[in-house]
Nanobody, 114 residues
Framework: QVQLVESGGGLVQSGGSLRLSCAAS???????MGWYRQAPGKQRDVVAL???????RYDDSVKGRVAISRDDAKATMYLQMNDLKPEDTAVYYC?????????WGQGTQVTVSS
């Protein structure tokens, strides 16, 4: 079993930046990883994805404002978020999956004030 722990969320003003981290309990080399978010009353949506060799994909709503990265040696994934908007307010979750393994973190709250 793998534990994922997110950190770095908080309250920030519109236009500000945050860097989220997702620390895994062991190295997840080769795993597909990603950040998802869920706003109150809405479904959980993908924000950014990164595969085992560093290829990335972003949702159109965040493209150009966020960057996903991973450091497998540190068993950690990151999400750098810039130019934050009130509509980015949500609980952010990290995920790691490969074949039948599928792990989620507990989430970290990001609140952007206008």
């Amino acid at each position: 079993q793998v534990q994922l722990v997110e950190s770095g969320g908080g309250l920030v003003q519109s236009g500000g930046s945050l860097r989220l981290s997702c620390a895994a309990s062991r190295i997840l080399r080769g795993y597909f990883m990603g950040w998802y978010r869920q706003a109150p009353g809405k479904q959980r949506d993908v924000v950014a994805l990164i595969d085992g060799i560093g290829n990335t994909r972003y949702d159109d709503s965040v493209k150009g404002r966020v960057a996903i990265s991973r450091d497998d040696a540190k068993a950690t994934m990151y999400l750098q978020m810039n130019d934050l908007k009130p509509e980015d307010t949500a609980v952010y979750y990290c995920r790691a999956h490969l074949l039948t393994d599928d792990y989620w973190g507990q989430g970290t709250q990001v609140t952007v004030s206008s």
